[in-house]
């Protein structure tokens, strides 16, 4: 972990006009994959982000993998392999590469299934204007049943402080005079949002950016819910709250008007969400 007592002199404000905004930033997508089911589908879009911005992807897949993925991806983009970085989640050994490779101070993070639009990009970058992070909101772009799953606990976190996306806009010379961040975490945003408040950057949580997302599989959407509930553990306020909901479903069951009376207020809080 980082030292705590470690500050940084505060970002200049400044107040770019917005068609320039993109010209002082830079895409960053880490990637490992053990299979390409979704190669066709991430060149078509780093195909029209490439048009808006310089993308790196930071690929930590398979060497056959690799090729094939430099081989579909469009020749624009800067596709290298992740440089070593302590600790075992690769995701941010990927991140910090992009992140030291890049000339640009604005950086957007995003990882494979982060679908941003230009506009979104445009207000990540204005709002680095102003922040040295920005965390904005993801939604799905179509709804299978583990998306409306994941859907109700995004609207649930979005009442209670704002969701955690895949995505994050960081200035780069605040993360890098932060000396990176903790590479031995399993929740990466969460830590490195941390790392810059840490040293004394301002955070936004940018509730009216909504980044589409395109839905899981069945079979990641369950082999991610172990890791979710292990990434709990960096949050034990919001652990403790889960682990309260077992006993107070069975105080429910006994109650059926309390048991009512709590799924309208959870329908509630999802609706101010």
């Not at 060149?43 to 490439?50: G, P, Q, T």
């Not at 030291?100 to 679908?115: K, N, Y």
Request: aromatic fraction near 6%; charge should be positive; hydrophobic fraction near 45%.
């Amino acid at each position: 972990m980082l030292p705590r007592s470690r500050r940084l002199p505060a970002s200049p404000r400044t107040n770019d006009p917005a068609p320039g905004l993109l010209g002082d930033a830079r895409y960053v997508l880490p990637l490992k994959w053990a299979d390409d089911t979704g190669l066709a589908g991430l060149a078509r879009y780093l195909a029209e982000v490439v048009t808006w911005l310089p993308v790196t992807v930071v690929d930590g897949s398979a060497e056959e993998l690799f090729a094939a993925h430099r081989r579909a991806l469009p020749e624009a983009v800067d596709h290298v392999r992740p440089q070593p970085w302590p600790g075992t989640n690769g995701k941010v050994a990927g991140v910090m590469t992009g992140v030291r490779c890049a000339r640009e101070e604005r950086i957007g993070v995003a990882d494979d299934d982060v679908r941003h639009t230009r506009q979104t990009l445009e207000r990540i970058a204005a709002m680095l204007g102003q922040a040295e992070v920005v965390r904005p909101q993801n939604y799905y772009l179509a709804l299978p049943w583990p998306a409306r799953w994941d859907s109700g606990r995004t609207l649930l976190n979005r009442a209670l402080g704002g969701d955690w996306p895949g995505t994050l806009g960081v200035r780069r010379s605040v993360l890098l005079a932060a000396g990176g961040y903790d590479g031995d975490v399993l929740f990466e945003n969460l830590e490195l949002v941390r790392t810059v408040r840490a040293v004394g950057g301002r955070e936004t949580v940018a509730l009216d950016v909504l980044v589409g997302r395109v839905p899981p599989t069945v079979s990641h959407f369950v082999g991610q819910r172990v890791r979710q509930a292990y990434g709990d553990f960096a949050q034990p306020h919001r652990l403790l709250a889960e682990l309260s909901l077992l006993p107070l479903l069975c105080w429910g069951l006994r109650h059926p008007g309390g048991l009512a009376a709590g799924a309208l207020a959870l329908c509630g809080v999802a609706e101010i969400g």
